[in-house]
Structure formats: C-alpha cells, structure tokens
C-alpha cells in the first residue's frame, strides 16, 4: 500500500558529488521517518542518515546532507566528497502511519551508486 521509489544514483569520480531522490506515496496518513541506508557488496546493509532521527553515519558526517520535503513526502541525500568506499546500493526507508491507523515501515527498490575513477 506504499510505494518507495528512489532515484539519482550512478558513476561518480572520487571527489564528486550525487543527489539521491526518494518519494513515498500510498495511503499514507502520516510519516514520521525517511531515511538512507546502503549495502556494499560482502557487508550488511547500514544506516546512512536518518531524517527522523537527525543522525548520520560516522562515515559521511561532513560529507553527506539529508533533508526532507514533508509536502510531497520526499527525502534527499546530498553526496559531496564521495570516495570508492561509497560505493554501494542506497536504499530508502520509510515510516509511519497508514489510514486506519496502523504502522508501516517501507523499502524502495534500491540505487547504485559508484565511485571509481
């Protein structure tokens, strides 16, 4: 009943930048977290940055900024610096409310991004 679409990933050099673009819809009454998380190949899949939470990974604390449209039930991740150990598949979550109410916590399908010269 949600859909998680996200967007933006891509080849990037070292020291380039990407922005990431997730976008939530359905039959949401509410939502009260969008956040990003990635998996590397051979690694389990960690928190990136949390909107809801406003908490980053130590990894890209400087680097990587989220925000969030509440409007449109939207949430970005601006890459700056980006460095081959980056590189991964970005996924979005979100959370919160359905109508009824009742809790939901979703995932997009995921996007990859690589950083390599």
């Known amino acids: 009943q949600v859909q998680v679409v996200e967007s933006g990933g891509g080849l990037v050099q070292p020291g380039g930048s990407l922005r990431l673009s997730c976008a939530a819809s359905g039959n949401i009454l509410s939502i009260y977290d969008m956040g990003w998380y990635r998996q590397a190949p051979g690694k389990q899949r960690e928190l990136v940055a949390s909107?809801?939470?406003?908490i980053y990974a130590e990894s890209v604390k400087g680097r990587f900024t989220i925000s969030r449209d509440n409007a449109n039930n939207t949430v970005y991740l601006q890459m700056n610096s980006l460095t081959p150990e980056d590189t991964a598949v970005y996924y979005c979550?979100?959370?919160?409310?359905?109508?009824?109410?009742?809790?939901?916590?979703?995932w997009g399908q995921g996007t990859q991004v690589t950083v390599s010269s």
């Open positions: 979550n979100v959370g919160g409310l359905l109508r009824g109410p009742r809790p939901f916590t979703s």
């Open positions: 909107s809801g939470r406003k």
